[in-house]
């Protein structure tokens, strides 16, 4: 009987910590990195669900990033990036980070099933930084990449490339992200655009044929972006992803109306409205944002007379508590009407119990020079 070491148990590895990939260590790696997306990496696993296995001990290598095209899962992918080298654990997936709702048939997975997957980390070397290459490189590269397909992407960084191979191997970036687009796979394919940026963001010193191919891919990227934070429905940042889109390009039609439409999911059909009718500023017979903006004035409206309403029930609230209150012609507790009734003194202590409530005494009564008391008038 083999004895099993547990040295960490629960662990939350997912990149949203949400749960849905918990790990638990059964032997510990070695040395301090991990692999970082775009690394090549080695793993033997197991893979099972409700203790049934349906992959045993599959040995393979792929790209972190890139590890579906194996059909590797999501979870899987993001539990590697956490594992040092020699490492052995038990990961716990999600269905969210597994097959989904749909599950798989060729595994007779069900739908939101939870799998383990036992995962040992062979070997793996790390992607290079886009920061290790030059200009000219990254240029280049991309070209190769786009001629030569994904592969070459995959083992070439930033870094390593000239101007031409970076412009290149980001627009091959940008139609891996159209692709994962396409099949809806919202955060992989924002994963790709990101990768766009990585590339080009600091590219800013170039010749004019470049430069204009580079802020192209920018902006394109930027806008790609920002339509997948609408589809995660994450606006804030969807709107901060246009506001980048229109530095670019401040008369962008596609820039204005996704940032309209962040606006809007958050409720703010003031600057809703004001972007819509950017967008027919340069495209008079857009009929998406005519529509946009008449649904916009409606939400105002609606909004305007709810707010009526509110205030008109509470004055109308006020006026009828004043109604009732017997002291509504009073300010701070005072008297604001200098007319004294006597029923206003129902209640008031006399002048000796207030005078015996503070331990004082009621003053002798005064009298004349003939010992009199002096009477007082009515």
């Given amino acids: 009987m083999e004895l099993v070491q547990i040295y960490i148990v629960g662990e939350d590895v997912s990149e949203d910590k949400d749960g849905s990939i918990i790990r638990s260590v059964i032997k510990k790696g070695e040395k301090y ?9 080695k793993v033997k696993y197991t893979a099972s669900y409700n203790g049934n296995v349906f992959e045993k001990e599959r040995e393979l290598e792929f790209i972190v990033g890139e590890g579906d ?25 999600k269905p969210s980070q597994a097959y ?18 036992e995962v040992e980390l062979l070997s793996f070397e790390k992607a290079k930084e886009s920061w290790e290459l030059s200009t000219e490189e990254k ?22 490339l000239d101007t031409y191979g970076r412009s290149d191997i980001a627009e091959q970036a940008k139609n891996k992200g159209n692709k994962y687009f396409k099949k809806e796979n919202y955060r992989k394919a924002k994963q790709f655009y990101k990768k766009v940026k990585k590339y080009l963001e600091y590219e800013t010193d170039l010749q004019e044929e470049n430069k204009e191919k580079r802020n192209s891919l920018m902006l394109a990227t930027h806008l790609n972006i920002a339509m997948c934070e609408i589809k995660l429905e994450d606006f804030s940042e969807a709107r901060e992803e246009c506001n980048k889109a229109l530095e670019l390009d401040p008369k962008s039609v596609k820039a204005y109306f996704r940032r309209a439409t962040a606006y809007f999911q958050v409720h703010d059909h003031e600057s809703a409205k004001a972007d819509y009718e950017k967008v ?9 944002a005519k529509n946009q903006i008449v649904i916009c004035e409606q939400k105002l409206k609606q909004f305007r007379e709810k707010e009526k309403h509110i205030y008109a029930g509470m004055f109308n609230k006020f006026a009828e508590r004043d109604s009732r209150n017997p002291y509504s012609g009073y300010e701070d ?13 129902d209640g008031m202590m006399t002048l000796q119990q207030e005078c015996e409530a503070f331990g004082e005494t009621m003053p002798e009564p005064k009298t004349n020079n003939h010992g009199r008391k002096h009477q007082e008038d009515d």
Wanted: net charge negative; charged share 30%; aromatic share 8%.
């Fill in 69 to 93: 095209e194996q059909g590797i899962i999501p979870g899987l992918e993001q539990a590697v990036k956490k594992m040092k080298q020699h490492e052995k654990s038990k990961f716990d997936i």
């Fill in 139 to 160: 240029l280049e590269q991309s070209e190769i990449a786009k001629n030569r397909g994904t592969h070459y992407f995959k083992e070439k960084q930033p870094w390593e």
């Fill in 333 to 345: 507790g005072l008297e604001s009407i200098g007319e004294w009734r006597n029923e206003m003194a």
């Fill in 33 to 41: 990195s991990n692999p970082n997306d775009g690394a090549t990496v």
């Fill in 280 to 288: 027919l500023e340069y495209e008079p017979e857009n009929k998406a």
């Fill in 100 to 117: 989904g709702a749909k599950g798989n048939t060729d595994f007779n997975i069900p739908g939101d099933a939870t799998l383990v997957y």
